[in-house]
């Protein structure tokens, strides 16, 4: 038996206006923005041309009392990685777009280097280079 990722699934307030943030920060493209048999909209977001694409998908949460996300190093998914080539350009670039930055840059023994953001949707989300490309 073999296994792919999918997608993450941001519930969100504001699912439009997290979709085009990630838009914006990182290129991904609206690929559907449609209403479900519940009468909500739901976006779906995809990076790239690699097959299959990485997705992000955003909706809200009507008639739902959910508690505030997490953004703090907790159990359970703590945050998802994002990789990029300057991690310290990308967390300034993403500061000015909204993001907080919670820790970082720093670079480990091996050379990798990362930063932890809260962005938009109150998810926690790590900017990552590998120095070996992993």
């Known amino acids: 038996m073999t296994y792919g990722f999918h997608h993450v699934h941001i519930k969100t307030h504001d699912p439009k206006g997290v979709a085009d943030w990630f838009g ?3 290129g991904f493209e609206i690929v559907i923005d449609a209403e479900r048999a519940s009468g909500d909209r739901i976006n ?3 990076l790239g041309a690699n097959q299959p694409p990485f997705i992000v998908i955003t909706s809200p949460v009507p008639g739902q009392d959910l508690p505030e996300g997490r953004t703090h190093q907790s159990l359970g998914l703590e945050h ?3 990789t990029t080539e300057d991690v310290p350009a990308a967390a ?3 500061v000015e777009l909204g993001a907080v930055l919670v820790d970082g840059p720093t670079t480990a023994p ?3 280097v990362m930063a932890f953001l809260t962005v938009p949707g109150d998810v926690r989300i790590e900017l990552v280079h590998f120095p070996t490309g992993v």
């Open 24 to 26: 914006t920060a990182f």
């Open 44 to 46: 779906r977001c995809a």
């Open 80 to 82: 998802f990685a994002m």
């Open 92 to 94: 300034d670039r993403l």
């Open 110 to 112: 091996d050379g990798t």
